[in-house]
Every structure is written in structure tokens, then in C-alpha cells.
């Protein structure tokens, strides 16, 4: 939404003459809006020890969805057991980082660890329904948990391009693009 069409609203409805005030809600619903989708946030920039703003494991423990009794949503323990894995698994990838930063620096390898789970894991979860009992509302679920695959690959990525300027020696691949 273009601050041309707010400021031909508020002309709009300067040059009426009715009094109802309608156009000065709009217009201040239209900036609301505006400060909200346009303001950064405060924990941008603050993710965790890399600074790329990529998703943390504090930011995964502080997610919190929308109950729902009526409507069919997740049942709440199955989200929260794989958030909860999510977490663990980004501690982990937190804590390879920093290793292949320093192990880069030493020219020395870092052995890969197994992934407590993996993107495509998140990706692929089912949950069990519930209708009459009360769940996560799906949307709200589905939504945080895209952003949590994306977070777990870019971790990955990361580690892997970190892993790859070590040489390729250790890791049997070639470091220069092919």
C-alpha cells in the first residue's frame, strides 16, 4: 500500500463535509498497518553468536501458537515433542558453528555429528487431529514450522560452506566452484 493512495484518502476526506469520520479510521488502520509491516522488529539482528539473523534455538523455545477446542488443530504434545527436538537439533548446529569457525581458523577438521532431526523431518511431520479436545491451530503450526525448515537449512548451509574452506584434504571435494 502506497503512501500516494493514503494521502488521497486523507484529501478525500478532508474536502467532505459529513462529518462521519469513516475515511479518518481507514486512514488510521492504513498506518497501523503500515508502522507494523515496516517497523523491524527488536530480535532482528539479535540471533544468537552468528549475527545473520537466522533462526535461533531461544527464538524455537519462545514460540507459542493459538489453542483451539473447536476447530481441528495439532494435538499440543506432538508439536511441543518436536519443537523440542528443533531446539536441540539448532543447539546443536549452534555449537558445530562456533567448532568449524575455530577449526577453519587452525586449518584442522571437524568430524560431521548426526542431526537430532533434519529439514525434511520437520517438513514431513504429521500430527495428530483433534476436534473436541483442545490442539494448535493449524495454520499458526504450519507457518512457524516452515520457518523453522528454512532456519534448519540455512544452519546446515552454513556449516557446510564453513566445513568446505578447511580444503579439500579432509573432506574429499574440491573447494573452487565447479
Known amino acids: 500500500m502506497s503512501f500516494e493512495y493514503v494521502s488521497a ?3 478525500q476526506g478532508s474536502s467532505e463535509s459529513d462529518g462521519s469520520g469513516s475515511n479518518w479510521i481507514l486512514v488510521g488502520m492504513i498506518v497501523l498497518v503500515c508502522l507494523v509491516c515496516f517497523i523491524p522488529s527488536k530480535s532482528k539482528g539479535k540471533s544468537g553468536s552468528l549475527g545473520t ?3 535461533t ?3 524455537v ?11 481441528e488443530g495439532y494435538d499440543q504434545d506432538e508439536v511441543d515433542d518436536l519443537l523440542e527436538r528443533v531446539v536441540r537439533e539448532l543447539q546443536r548446529l549452534e555449537k558445530e558453528n562456533t567448532q568449524v569457525q575455530q577449526a577453519v581458523s ?9 542431526p537430532i532431526i533434519t529439514a525434511d523431518q520437520v517438513m514431513n511431520q504429521k500430527f495428530s487431529p483433534t476436534k473436541f479436545r ?14 523453522v525448515v528454512m532456519g534448519l537449512r540455512d544452519r546446515v548451509s552454513e556449516n557446510e560452506q564453513l566445513r568446505r574452506r578447511v580444503g579439500p584434504s ?4 574440491s573447494t573452487t566452484p565447479s
Open 9 to 11: 484518502v486523507m484529501a
Open 53 to 55: 539473523g537466522q533462526l
Open 57 to 59: 534455538a531461544e527464538e
Open 61 to 71: 523455545k519462545a514460540m507459542r501458537f493459538q489453542p483451539t477446542k473447536f476447530k
Open 106 to 114: 587452525l586449518g584442522r577438521s571437524v568430524p560431521h555429528t548426526s
Open 134 to 147: 483442545e490442539g494448535y491451530l493449524q495454520d499458526h503450526v504450519d507457518d512457524a514450522l516452515m520457518r
Open 170 to 173: 579432509q573432506y574429499g571435494t
